[in-house]
């Protein structure tokens, strides 16, 4: 049974950092594309940041900002946020699926963490 957990949410002052963590378990990941979405109140899910086998994705968004990271012998998939904005406040959703999609939408991600909450007050 593939299982996705996420962790390392809370709350921090607008300009602060935070390190996401989304730890797999029930098959090996190392190939997986894995990625970080999020979703506020009343709004889509939204791609964040995405890594594959030797490469990375990020949103515009979040470019400059946010970095991904992987460590393959762990099954782990790091989401470190700096320079943190009250607008990144949503709840983050790790996702994996076997190959890179065609659109980094959420509909194409069949695994999918529990999430965990980041806010960000200003």
């Known amino acids: 049974q593939v299982q996705l957990v996420e962790s390392g949410g809370g709350l921090v002052q607008a300009g602060g950092s935070l390190r996401l963590s989304c730890a797999a378990s029930?098959?090996?990941?190392?190939?997986?594309?894995m990625a970080w979405f999020r979703q506020a109140p009343g709004k889509e899910r939204e791609f964040v940041a995405a890594?594959?086998?030797?490469?990375?994705f990020r949103a515009d968004s979040v470019k400059g900002r946010f970095t991904i990271s992987r460590d393959r012998a762990a099954n782990t998939v790091y989401l470190q946020m700096n320079s943190l904005k009250p607008e990144d406040t949503a709840v983050y959703y790790c996702?994996?699926?076997?190959?890179?999609?065609?659109?980094?939408?959420?509909?194409?991600?069949?695994?999918w963490g529990q999430g965990t909450q980041v806010t960000v007050s200003s």
């Open positions: 996702a994996a699926r076997t190959v890179r999609p065609s659109t980094w939408s959420a509909s194409e991600f069949g695994y």
């Open positions: 029930g098959r090996t990941f190392s190939t997986y594309v």
């Open positions: 890594i594959g086998i030797d490469s990375t």
